[in-house]
């Protein structure tokens, strides 16, 4: 069964401090990862990674994909309070599940001033 | 540019009662999801719709039932409701294309069953 685990499942620093969150993942059919963040509401889009070694970056905010080991990793540097939220990240499915989206757990990151 | 509508925003429910989640989006995206989040879990995929006309089972569908009446809109009814069905959903919709796809969500319905 497929399958998605993010660590640590929850995560509290301060401003300033540097974060690595976690994704490991055993899927039949990979196509893509993606990272998204939930605040109060609906999850927000970060990044979609399809191929291994090539970071994508925005801003403060960087992921990279080891499609080999079946991992991803989000950073964040410099974190503000506003860094606070429920990461998480997902992968999308080909084959016979094509379209399939299934979600991890998710990272509480708590921020503190 | 609405993206993805869904109704109610809450709704309390008595054990045993029926309702029908409604979604719709104006993005023109072939794919449609219904997830659940519960504290702890993440979102758990309930049923998705690759296209119009299909539909599949995610991993919790037990209790649920999905019609995807359109391209655009995508219903998730619950027949008898139960406490365990206690939860938020949330749906979305996506253009699934070859290299996976970006997927946009709804507010959020917040349900209750009593």
């Known amino acids: 069964e497929d399958k998605v685990v993010q660590s640590p499942l929850s995560l509290v620093v301060h401003e300033g401090d540097t974060v690595t969150l976690n994704c490991s993942y055993e899927?039949?059919?990979?196509?893509?990862l993606l990272w998204y963040k939930q605040e109060k509401k609906a999850p927000t889009f970060l990044f979609m990674l399809?191929?291994?070694?090539i970071e994508k970056k925005s801003g403060r905010l960087s992921s990279i994909l080891d499609k080999k080991e079946l991992f991803s990793i989000l950073n964040i540097t410099a974190t503000q309070t506003g860094d606070s939220a429920v990461y998480l990240c997902?992968?999308?499915?080909?084959?016979?599940?094509?379209?399939?989206?299934?979600f991890g757990q998710g990272t509480i990151l708590t921020v503190h001033p | 540019n609405a993206g993805v509508t869904q109704t109610p925003k809450f709704q309390v429910l008595k054990t045993g009662q029926s309702m029908t989640l409604q979604c719709a989006q104006d993005?023109?995206?072939?794919?449609m999801y219904w997830y659940r989040q519960d504290p702890g879990m993440g979102l758990r995929l309930i049923y998705y719709?690759?296209?119009?006309?299909?539909?599949d089972k995610g991993e919790v569908p037990n209790g649920y039932n999905v019609s995807r009446l359109n391209k655009r809109e995508f219903s998730l009814r619950l027949e008898s409701a139960a406490p365990s069905q206690t939860s938020v959903y949330f749906c979305?919709?996506?253009?699934?294309?070859?290299?996976?796809?970006?997927?946009?969500f709804g507010e959020g319905s917040w349900l209750t069953v009593v």
């Open positions: 997902a992968f999308n499915a080909g084959g016979t599940s094509y379209g399939k989206l299934t």
């Open positions: 899927v039949t059919n990979f196509q893509s």
């Open positions: 399809t191929s291994s070694g």
């Open positions: 993005m023109n995206h072939n794919s």
């Open positions: 719709s690759a296209s119009e006309g299909t539909t």
């Open positions: 979305a919709s996506a253009w699934t294309g070859a290299s996976g796809n970006t997927i946009y």
